[in-house]
């Protein structure tokens, strides 16, 4: 069997479904998953509905609904094909589309996961795509279902390495280039915000790269465009974005950083990076490129309101934009709360981690944003792990971490380290390598750090 031999056993089974239940995950893979299914249903015209969940774990399968429709599992149901046995789920009751690593059962569930096809790069809503492009070739909406796949791919971080997409997941984008749907912008300024952030903010929130006298640094990184002689407004007043700028402009400014990087001992490698811009939506908003896209998404599902993010796929630009842009208004601010609350209060710093346990004060949804952003200002060679309560399960304990691709290409592992450490309390983890969760149990989160800092010391080179 092959990769693609899977994405077409997936294909034909859903194709031959008398109704779906798509089940999958609140962030923006699996919101933009949820989608891309959803839409290729429709357009099979197959009865199909779907259900949000924020893990598949005991508490969270009595959402999936015990019927006879064909429970498609995306981006989740790899690692937890245990509970699905347990359901007493057959193999003809169920397909797995996911990109976590896939659990060993007795089961011989229909699955397409690219892991062991190498295709590490490829997040759920690209290996959806695929399916959707095989059970209709000639997919009316294959334009809508490229950049929506583009928008999981980016959201669940798989061009962050790269700085791009590659692979599976750069030919869809090239898809959606064809259709008119995805620009594919190369060796521009790699950060985050070109399409919204005025340009001194999107400079000094850059921190992957790091630049010295930028990042962080409000008032350096206007200083820096002064320099330059780059106007940060419009005629009319209006702050500037990157995607204001003509291309000596941006050249300007790419070459200036980095001279700076250089004269510090940097390394420029990271400086620049490949966008994905949507020409179809309105300049200035946050749908206008996959990054902020798939921010948006995230708010969406952190806040529980998934469905919304999905509306928002599909194409509604009235009330379903209106309510996403309130929720990503709301979700900026209450992580820019929640970093400046790990900032002050500060980290407990071990030989190879930092950690701190904010308790109830923040939902356990957004801890991990919170961590990242906390990161970029923290001792970058220290992956942050972040701690907090359920309010809907006291017993449990939410752990995050993230840390950045220097580690990342020192040997660091989150996601093992996470595995290993939470299995061993009686808990469960998951991720990546670069951002990873678990749940363990409240009676055992004393020492759990002191765990995980044994692994990741043994992991880094």
Not at 113 to 141: C, D, F, R, W
Not at 229 to 252: C, F, H, Q, Y
């Amino acid at each position: 069997m092959s990769f693609q031999d899977d994405v077409r056993a997936v294909a034909r089974q859903i194709q031959h479904a008398d109704a779906v239940t798509v089940i999958s995950h609140i962030d923006a893979d699996g919101i933009t998953s949820e989608a891309i299914m959803v839409q290729a249903c429709k357009d099979a015209h197959i009865p199909v509905e779907s259900v949000f969940v924020r893990q598949l774990e005991p508490m969270t399968m009595k959402y999936v609904p015990e019927d006879s429709t064909l429970k498609v599992f995306i981006d989740l149901g790899a690692g937890q094909q245990n509970l699905l046995e347990e359901r007493g789920m057959g193999t003809e009751d169920v397909a797995i589309i996911d990109h976590h690593i896939s659990q060993d059962v007795d089961t011989p569930y229909l699955q397409v996961n690219g892991q062991p096809y190498g295709h590490t790069q490829l997040s759920a809503a690209g290996i959806g795509y695929l399916v959707a492009k095989e059970m209709n070739p000639g997919h009316p909406n294959l334009g809508m279902l490229a950049k929506n796949a583009v928008v999981g791919n980016v959201g669940d971080m798989m061009a962050r390495e790269h700085c791009g997409l590659i692979g599976p997941a750069r030919e869809i984008a090239a898809d959606g280039e064809r259709a008119g749907t995805i620009e594919i912008v190369q060796k521009q300024l790699n950060c985050y915000g070109i399409s919204t952030r005025p340009l001194k903010v999107c400079l000094s929130f850059s921190d992957d790269p790091f630049i010295p006298g930028i990042s962080n640094n409000e008032q350096k990184s206007e200083a820096f465009l002064k320099k330059l002689n780059i106007a940060e407004k419009t005629a009319d007043g209006k702050d500037r974005v990157w995607e204001d700028l003509d291309p000596d402009e941006k050249s300007g400014i790419i070459n200036g950083l980095a001279q700076q990087m250089l004269a510090t001992g940097q390394d420029v490698s990271r400086l620049l990076a490949e966008h994905y811009i949507f020409p179809g939506e309105e300049k200035w908003t946050a749908l206008r490129n996959a990054s902020e896209y798939a921010t948006m998404l995230n708010a969406c599902g952190r806040w529980a309101r998934p469905k919304v993010g999905s509306a928002v796929c599909a194409g509604d630009r009235a009330q379903a934009y209106w309510e996403g842009e309130r929720m990503l208004r709301h979700h900026k601010r209450i992580i820019r709360e929640m970093m400046e609350y790990i900032l002050d209060t500060g980290t407990t710093v071990l030989s190879h981690i930092q950690h701190i346990h904010v308790g109830d004060r923040f939902p356990d949804t957004i801890v991990g944003i919170g961590a990242g952003m906390a990161l970029s200002k923290l001792d970058y060679e220290k992956p942050i792990m972040i701690l907090c309560y359920l309010n809907d399960d006291p017993d449990l304990v939410k752990v995050s971490m993230r840390t950045n691709s220097r580690m990342v290409e020192r040997g660091i592992d989150l996601q093992a380290a996470l595995i290993t450490a939470s299995e061993e309390i009686g808990g469960g983890g998951g991720g990546h390598k670069i951002a990873a969760g678990a749940y363990i149990p409240t009676n055992a989160e004393e020492g759990f750090a002191e765990l995980v800092n044994r692994i990741i010391a043994e992991q880094r080179k």
